[in-house]
């Protein structure tokens, strides 16, 4: 695999690809008539053609290929595509990013689901058990994750997989992921692991009852009931698959994902993210406790966690361990993370958390990312101006507020933007 393909299938798990096929075909003379959308180098239906070669070399019959093109074209209303916009337009991107945590983390929608979880518990006792036994992954956590994904496989995936995959790799912003993704759904197909008629996916390619992208089913499913295939339209090897891939992504068996905290006021937002990592005996040292008076177990004291604010000052603190991070190796989004690990403490028997949220505006993605450049203009050390709210940027924005003496909220706003635009101003002035 590429190392820069590699990168961009940590960075966004759900990706899409695209493909198409000749004209010539019977089945796709209707391709012809499809305008080649701004932004593309070729028409759909060459970009197709000229991806037969590759797919024959992948394995992939005609047939197949024919069968699995037949009428496609391309979906150019999924989200990350690369197409121009009109101006002030936003690009459409994953909930995860675009939403503000508290609406993302909607407590109504996570008790339901754990209602839902707690009685799934009961009802796969058996496999559950199994799976934790062979791979190690708690119950609450497997059925966190299936929560999260397909609301328990209730959630009909609307996207047909090949479209959405081929849309993505003829204009999408990850072309050579997406193509490298498209060419393993067509294996999928050719092998028989799924129909042609039942393969649905997210907008990104994502498929089964706990969404894996085509290449994770080659390297990640998992057979847990033994009939030879690795299905992940099935509860048993859906369930046990998701185990494996958090397994073979570092998962610690017997350790939690984190904990809520309440913060002395010598600990700020500031300190969010990786980068302030110390052992829960440190944070404890400087008055860092778990909420409504639980004490932190004696085998988590040497354990290394790192400060989470994901609303900056305005929403609840949490310590979080590794097991965290393995959750957003299954889908990079720290939102994503906290609401499969608050969704498994629910399962268990936890509850909603503790602090309140406060009424925190999520600004557009051009905005935030004007405040990300400022930021970086002005010496501080943001890693990416990409308009995306993580803990580099809630930590930088509190380091901005510290040094020019401001109330820390480590949060990107409208009046935080407006004084850097007027700082901004007020140094040009000065520089003429």
């Given at each position: ?9 940590r960075?966004?798990?759900r ?24 932004g593309?180098?070729?028409p759909f239906?060459r ?12 394995g ?35 909930a ?6 508290q ?18 518990m ?5 496999v559950?058990?199994e799976?934790?036994?062979k ?12 929560g ?9 995936l ?8 081929a849309?993505?790799?003829y ?16 294996k ?5 692991v799924v ?12 498929v089964?009852?706990?969404q ?14 033994g ?7 099935s ?8 185990a494996?891939?958090l ?7 017997g ?14 937002c500031?300190?969010d ?14 008055r860092?406790?778990r909420?409504r008076?639980?004490r932190?177990a004696?085998?988590?004291l ?6 989470f ?21 299954y ?12 969704l ?10 503790a602090?309140?949220?406060?009424n925190i505006?999520q600004?557009p ?11 970086k ?11 995306k ?7 930088q924005?509190?380091?901005y507020e510290?040094?020019?003496q ?27």
């Amino acid at each position: 695999m590429v190392p820069s393909i590699a990168r961009e299938r940590r960075s966004v798990r759900r990706f899409a690809h695209g493909a198409t096929v000749a004209a010539a075909v019977l089945g796709f003379a209707v391709l012809g008539l499809v305008a080649t959308p701004a932004g593309a180098a070729e028409p759909f239906p060459r970009w197709v053609e000229a991806l037969r070669p590759e797919a024959k070399a992948f394995g992939i019959e005609r047939a197949t290929f024919d069968a699995a093109f037949a009428g496609v074209t391309p979906d150019l209303t999924l989200p990350d595509l690369d197409l121009p916009r009109k101006p002030g337009a936003a690009i459409k991107g994953q909930a995860e990013f675009v939403r503000p945590p508290q609406d993302y983390l909607n407590p109504k929608y996570l008790a339901r689901l754990a209602r839902q979880g707690r009685a799934l518990m009961v009802q796969h006792r058996a496999v559950l058990a199994e799976i934790e036994r062979k791979l190690g992954v708690a119950p609450e956590v497997v059925l966190a994750i299936w929560g999260r994904e397909t609301a328990f496989g209730k959630y009909r995936l609307p996207h047909d997989a090949i479209r959405a995959l081929a849309t993505q790799a003829y204009i999408g912003r990850r072309k050579a992921m997406f193509r490298e993704e498209l060419l393993f759904a067509l294996k999928m197909l050719q092998e028989g692991v799924v129909s042609r008629t039942q393969f649905r996916s997210s907008w990104a390619g994502a498929v089964g009852l706990t969404q894996f992208m085509p290449s994770e089913y080659y390297t990640l499913a998992y057979d847990l009931d033994g009939d030879g295939r690795r299905d992940i339209w099935s509860v048993p090897d859906a369930l046990a698959s998701a185990a494996n891939q958090l397994k073979k992504k570092g998962w610690q068996r017997g350790m939690t994902w984190g904990f809520e905290v309440t913060l002395p006021k010598t600990v700020t937002c500031a300190l969010d993210g990786p980068a302030g990592a110390r052992s829960i005996r440190a944070w404890a040292s400087v008055r860092v406790r778990r909420v409504r008076n639980r004490r932190f177990a004696s085998r988590y004291l040497g354990e290394d966690a790192f400060l989470f604010t994901p609303g900056g000052g305005f929403g609840p603190a949490f310590l979080v361990l590794e097991n965290f991070m393995v959750f957003k190796r299954y889908n990079p989004s720290d939102l994503y993370a906290l609401f499969v690990g608050n969704l498994a403490d629910r399962i268990a028997g936890g509850g909603d958390f503790a602090a309140g949220w406060g009424n925190i505006r999520q600004l557009p993605t051009k905005r935030i990312a004007a405040i990300q450049a400022h930021l970086k203009a002005a010496g501080f050390a943001i890693s990416k101006v990409d308009g995306k709210i993580g803990a580099n940027t809630r930590s930088q924005i509190g380091a901005y507020e510290l040094k020019r003496q401001l109330s820390v909220g480590c949060w990107p706003t409208e009046a935080l933007l407006g004084r850097m635009n007027k700082e901004r101003g007020t140094r040009a002035g000065n520089e003429r």
